[in-house]
């Protein structure tokens, strides 16, 4: 396989596996005739940041990321982690480390506003900052106690910019302000991306079930950005159909 250079440009990844529990084969599910996979990619490639890979787990959802003119590089299948499988294709795609930063991208965020990945990668201008990731508020009240939606606590450093203390699935902070919902859209630093994948999973990170803890409590430095919209993750056909209806009325482009 050629290698995919640009010592300029991150290389961003669309980790994708087929074997997904509520979603059986979910980055293949149809909307409006192409595979999910095929919305993610355009997304992404609609940033402009730099050359976009998809990390797949299996020939079929490489050959239908082929089909839609794009690149998929084949990863095992029994990861246990988006974060490996990107770490397993950097190795493959990448192996003269050209390439210093890695946005990871999930295959299941069909809605994603590419300007929200162009906006992932500002933290990591600052040379102390390991990860980037991005926040927007949460505006309804059912999510701001749903263990489904993970919170944000950090401290604003900057108008709309986070240095992350803690991720929680629950209500928090206390008190009165703002609490932010956490979209698992990360930018690495590629040598904290190689740090993260042979650490152990962390104390925190098992009781919450949160990967990102990992990186806090190996004492790494995660900033965020806020973001207006929360993109739709596709995890059931719920929430495949409410894809599939705001991408037929544009309120998800």
């Known amino acids: 396989m050629p290698t995919v250079r640009s010592p300029s440009r991150p290389l961003v990844l669309i980790p994708a ?43 079929e959802i490489a050959e239908a990321v082929t089909a839609a003119g794009g690149q998929a590089v084949l990863t095992r299948p029994d990861h246990a982690s988006g974060s490996d499988r990107i770490h397993e ?29 162009r906006a992932s990668l500002t933290p990591l201008e600052d040379p102390d900052v390991d990860v980037a990731t991005l926040v927007a508020e949460i505006e309804r009240e059912e999510e701001k106690t749903a263990p489904s ?67 806090i409590e190996a004492g790494m430095r ?6 207006a919209v929360i993109p739709l993750g596709v995890d059931t056909p719920e929430d495949l159909e409410r894809a599939r209806e705001m991408l037929a009325s544009g309120a998800g482009i």
């Open 17 to 59: 596996r087929l074997a997904a529990t509520r979603l059986p084969g979910k980055p293949l599910a149809d909307i409006h005739g192409e595979p999910m996979i095929a919305h993610v990619l355009r997304r992404a490639r609609e940033a402009g940041v730099g050359p976009v890979v998809v990390a797949a787990d299996s020939p």
């Open 89 to 117: 294709a950097l190795e493959a795609l990448d192996p003269d480390r050209e390439f210093t930063t890695v946005v990871n991208v999930q295959g299941d965020l069909p809605t994603l506003d590419p300007a929200a990945i």
């Open 149 to 215: 939606v993970v919170k944000m606590i950090g401290s604003e450093i900057a108008p709309g910019r986070f240095r992350c203390l803690y991720f929680t699935r629950a209500t928090a902070p206390a008190g009165e302000g703002p609490l932010y919902h956490h979209i698992g859209l990360y930018a690495y630093r590629r040598e904290a991306l190689e740090r993260f994948v042979k650490l152990p999973p962390s104390p925190l990170e098992k009781r919450e079930k949160l990967e990102q803890l990992r990186v």
């Open 222 to 227: 995660i900033d965020a950005v806020k973001v």
